[in-house]
Nanobody, 125 residues
Framework: QLQLVESGGGLVQPGGSLRLSCAASGGTLEVDTIAWFRQAPGKKREGVSCITRSGTTTYNADSVKGRFTISRDNARPAVYLQMNSLKPEDTAIYYC??????????????????WGQGTQVTVSS
């Protein structure tokens, strides 16, 4: 059974950076697309970014374009989310999710079967 564990969250000031990691174990050979979602207090969970197995195809939500970068290391295997120029509205619990299918042009919760427990990101002065 595939397991995902997120790390790297924390408290950061506006304009700062954080790098989230998602480590995968068990059944990783079947994993294709891995995504990051986030859920702010009182809001629905939203897709942030995703990357396919090859790493050549990525997708970023409009709200994070130009600030967040997703990358992948299939050797570990792990997926990373580099978050720069953080804003208070980026405050949320960030979740890693994995699918055995290829998704490149969109991010929807139903596409992902495997989920991590989440890591808290707080952007505040």
């Amino acid at each position: 059974q595939l397991q995902l564990v997120e790390s790297g969250g924390g408290l950061v000031q506006p304009g700062g950076s954080l790098r989230l990691s998602c480590a995968a174990s068990g059944g990783t050979l079947e994993v294709d697309t891995i995504a990051w979602f986030r859920q702010a207090p009182g809001k629905k969970r939203e897709g942030v970014s995703c990357i396919t197995r090859s790493g050549t195809t990525t997708y970023n939500a409009d709200s994070v374009k130009g600030r967040f970068t997703i990358s992948r290391d299939n050797a570990r295997p792990a997926v990373y989310l580099q978050m720069n120029s953080l804003k208070p509205e980026d405050t949320a619990i960030y979740y890693c999710a994995a699918s055995t299918n290829t998704y490149a042009g969109s991010i929807w919760e139903y596409q992902y079967k495997y989920w991590g427990q989440g890591t808290q990101v707080t952007v505040s002065s």
